[in-house]
């Protein structure tokens, strides 16, 4: 194949699928079923109008807020709004190409790619604190102080999960992990010190999203949105997208680190791929384009399952638990979830190789053929 065609499949790849466009489209999705599952847990209906049982509302609610009138205080930092608005929306679809969507490696991927996903997460955290900041207003600065004191509380967790399994994998590189489950047919998950990591890592997610118990720097009974309530219209817009986008980026990781990525059947029946090479083969054996399309819409939706369950999973404990005070998560963050991430650690490196050889071989020899 010529240089500029792989060089055109990559520019596509990264603007259509599986980059831009199908980011923010399973973004929008999983907001949809956010939305619609929040609602039927507390006996509601949810968005039902816009589009087939309200689909498209996600989609209509960013367009509407996109024609709406862009209002800048005098007193702000324009240009540091603006900044603050465009980067919240560019870092979260970056850091989202590196997550593997059509295979066990994501558009970016390179040895060490997991510290430089560490980096733009810490980055997109620190954006909040910004973003609140060049506001200038005294009714955003409550919100915003408390989005910077839960800064270290959550970003803490998430780095020390992903060192976690970094460190059980001896992999640095988000496809050495998929890889690494793939060859051990099983997900890194299947061991209790790496599940509690994956519980760790979902409750650091749902803090960073800021969303209940955790919706502390937005709380709309007590400061009136926080940090973003000088924010409208275009800058909104993109605030309101961002937060879907990592939405389905803490999701999409969790899914590589812990659940084996897009990788299904196969994980435990390796001959499943060749399944669905032969497959595709007998329904179209002029060429390899259609082996190629096969596997990649299986691997698509693979992820889409994965992620939008555990978008489910959050959406639950939106549901079901209350705000929580500043202090309280404060509290619970150093005193509980960042000495038992420490401790896990520690038993992960003695504990693991016993139970991987005692609890698991049984399993592998009735699914690994």
């Known amino acids: 194949m010529q240089e500029w065609v792989i060089w055109l499949l990559t520019i596509l790849g990264i603007i259509f699928f599986p980059g831009i466009g ?14 619609k599952f ?62 593997p969507i059509v295979g066990t490696r994501g558009i970016i991927s390179f040895e060490g790619d997991i510290l430089l996903l560490a980096f733009i997460t810490t980055i997109i955290a620190v954006l909040i604190y910004l973003a609140g900041w060049f506001s200038a207003n005294r009714l955003a600065m409550p919100g915003t102080m408390r989005a910077a004191s839960q800064l270290l509380s959550y970003e803490i967790p998430i780095l020390l999960a992903m060192f976690a399994v970094a460190l059980r994998t001896s992999e640095f590189s988000i496809a050495g992990i998929v890889n ?51 924010y409208s219209g275009k800058k909104l817009a993109f605030f309101r997208l961002s937060t879907d986008l990592q939405m389905v980026y803490g999701a999409g990781i969790a ?13 435990w029946i390796p001959s499943f791929s060749n399944w669905l090479a032969t497959g595709a083969s007998l329904a ?76 698991w071989n049984r399993w592998e020899g009735l699914f690994v053929t």
């Open 284 to 359: 179209n054996p002029t060429g390899l384009v259609w082996v190629a399309a096969i596997r990649i819409g299986y691997y698509a939706l693979m992820f889409a399952i994965k992620t939008t369950l555990l978008v489910i999973a959050l959406s639950i404990v939106r549901a079901l638990m209350a705000r929580l005070r500043i202090e309280q998560f404060l509290e619970f963050s150093w005193k509980w979830v960042i000495p038992v991430s420490l401790g896990l650690i520690i038993v992960s490196l003695f504990w693991i190789p016993w139970l991987d050889g005692v609890l």
């Open 180 to 230: 690494w489950q793939l060859d051990a047919h099983r997900p890194v998950m299947f061991s209790l010190p790496m599940f509690c990591f994956l519980l760790i890592f979902l409750l650091s997610t749902q803090a960073e999203l800021e969303r209940s118990p955790f919706d502390i720097p937005t709380a709309e009974t007590e400061i009136v949105g926080g940090w973003e309530v000088e």
């Open 22 to 35: 199908f980011c923010i489209s399973i973004a929008l999705f999983d907001e949809w079923i956010d939305r």
């Open 255 to 267: 899914t590589a680190l812990f659940l084996g990525g897009p990788v299904g059947v196969e994980m």
């Open 38 to 99: 929040y609602a039927a847990l507390q006996d509601r209906i949810g968005p039902l109008h816009t589009g087939f049982k309200g689909i498209l509302q996600p989609l209509a609610d960013f367009l509407k807020l996109m024609a709406n009138e862009d209002i800048e205080p005098e007193a702000a930092d324009r240009w540091g709004m603006r900044f603050t608005a465009v980067l919240s929306l560019t870092l979260p679809l970056l850091a989202l190409l590196f997550v």
